[in-house]
């Protein structure tokens, strides 16, 4: 018998409901960009408009594995895990500049691989400071932007963030391993869980894969310096904000109000420089499309439609 | 009409305490719908499903849980727990008596099979349908892959059992997710990233040997399954990886014996068939649940 040959073959026949028959095939690949693996999904049509998806810490594309599949039918879905984290290689920190600087390259060059020259992006915490940097580099190439819980303003940044803001000051050993707790199980937990109403529809997968994939040996480092040079990203908040100003790329904001990472006083200041964005509050925390995919997918489907 | 994969239930995550165990599970779709239970194999637990849970939702109550020392569930020490099949088919029996599902649909792979088909010898009554994906019921299906295993049954001695370890490893794992696939960037890495995390806690490999040696207690009960078969029945789906070695196609063949009625579909990939193959196994499993579950609830 050849593959699906089939004693009984009716079945595939008569769909009756092709929708709900259907599910997109997500692939799972690698490009070598400067001797670093790096490993993304990707899933669409080759010739539809391309949605690239950065994700934030201490997470990778696996945040978007939900989402992925409710847009590939009409867009060309790629989401990059960074050097260091999810797939990607992750060199020892002693060996790779892991600043924010370096992983916008990374990024750039990825596109340049992927022969990337047009493209929407969805930022997310870390991902927000590296499509930025990657918009700054080449403006004319953002088609839009779809913002989640990811900042660009300082009123964004509250009071989580003041033990990070004192190892920015003075990078002595003792103000870095104040913020080791940042890379534990019980933080990555919280990350998902804290201002999600209904915490049953957080899957445990998040920070059992993240998690994993922290307590790699070396990985903690990585954090580390990461954690350090996000400061590198405040003094370009005003760089990104004039890029709004002057680009005016069409802007969906969907941010969760709970979060305490970045607080929903981060999501507002965008309309100064964005007045066209459109903006929702969802009553979600810092990993939004973990419990309002169902709010989002739509929300994120029908801007993209009228935008490209 | 269709739904939109946007529209459809959210996938909850849960725990019961099931004998004294927190039993995970995850769980979608409308409470009043017929029920599909998803029953995982080794070494995953209902991670393995995580693709196929939103693609039912729209139609029927999935209820996918991990066993004791798998995923989510419970570890207790095998000081304190009776690892093995008999004490799984237990436990999943009063989850669901707990959840109120005493009719359903049963997807069994791997360690499922026996698990549920366990189940089904309790109460046939229950077993609505059966979807059978690389999980054995027939000598046939088990070559030389179980060789090793097939030692440890005869003398349970350290030296077998560490035979067995480099299988608990994670490049036994990702055997297990690659071999017999044609097109691997179709692989999630996330499927051995998970189940490599929950391996590789101290004291599951000596769990999972105990299990291992256990699944010779399955093999002495296929007589009673196939009976079960040929008195019962049931509406059967096999959807089978025909690369796997670990079961092999002629085990699949095998059900037609004592179910002649049943649809055999052999995909071109190995053991985790669902990583790659969802899209081919999809229409078929919704058109078999479509026939076999209406009027179900």
Known sequence: ?308 | MSTPLSARPATRHRSANIAGLDIFYRETGPADAPVVVLLHGFPSSSHMYRHLIPALADRYRVIAPDLPGFGLSAMPPRTAFAYGFAAFAEIVDALLAHLGANRYALYVMDYGAPVGFRLALRHPERVAALVVQNGNAYDAGMGDFWATTRALWKDDSQANRDAMRPFLTIDGTRFQYMTGVQDIDRLDPAAWVHDQYFLDRPGNADIQLDIIVDYQTNVALYPAIHAYFREFQPPTLILWGINDPIFLPEGAQAFLRDLPDAQLHYLETGHFALEDKLDDMLPLMRQFFERHLQGER
Do not use: C
């Open chain 1, 1 to 308: 018998m050849t593959p699906l040959d089939s004693i009984d073959q009716t079945g595939r026949q008569h769909p009756s409901d092709r929708s709900a028959l259907t599910v997109p095939v997500i692939h799972y690949k690698k490009v070598d960009i400067d001797g670093v693996n790096v490993f993304y999904r990707e899933a669409g049509p080759a010739d539809a408009p391309v949605l690239l998806l950065l994700h934030g810490f201490p997470t990778s594309s696996h945040m978007f594995r939900n989402l992925i599949p409710l847009l590939a039918d009409r867009y060309r879905v790629i989401a990059p895990d960074y050097p260091g984290y999810g797939q990607s290689d992750a060199p020892d920190h002693t060996a790779f500049d892991y600043t924010f600087a370096k992983l916008a390259d990374v990024i750039e060059k990825f596109a340049a691989a992927l022969e990337l020259t047009k493209y929407s992006m969805y930022v997310m915490d870390y991902g927000a400071p590296i499509g930025y940097r990657l918009a700054l580099k080449h403006p004319e190439r953002v088609q839009a932007l779809v913002i989640q819980n990811g900042n660009a303003y300082v009123e964004g940044l509250a009071a989580f963030w003041d033990p990070i803001k004192a190892y920015w000051a003075d990078k002595s050993q003792a103000k870095r391993e104040a913020l080791a707790h940042l890379v534990t199980l019980d933080l990555t937990r919280f990350q998902y869980t804290d201002g999600v109403s209904d915490t049953s529809r957080i899957s445990p997968d998040n920070w059992v894969i993240d998690q994993a994939l922290l307590d790699r040996p070396g990985n903690r480092e990585i954090q580390l310096d990461l954690l350090g040079d996000y400061g590198s990203n405040v003094p370009l908040y005003p760089d990104f904000q004039a890029f709004f100003r002057q680009y005016q790329p069409p802007t969906l904001i969907v941010w969760g109000k709970n979060d305490v990472i970045f607080p929903e006083p981060g999501a507002h200041p965008y309309l100064r420089d964005l007045p066209k964005a459109e903006l929702h509050i969802l009553d979600s925390g810092h990993f939004a499309l973990e419990d309002k995919l169902d709010v989002m997918a739509p929300l994120i489907r029908d801007f993209l439609d009228r935008t490209l």
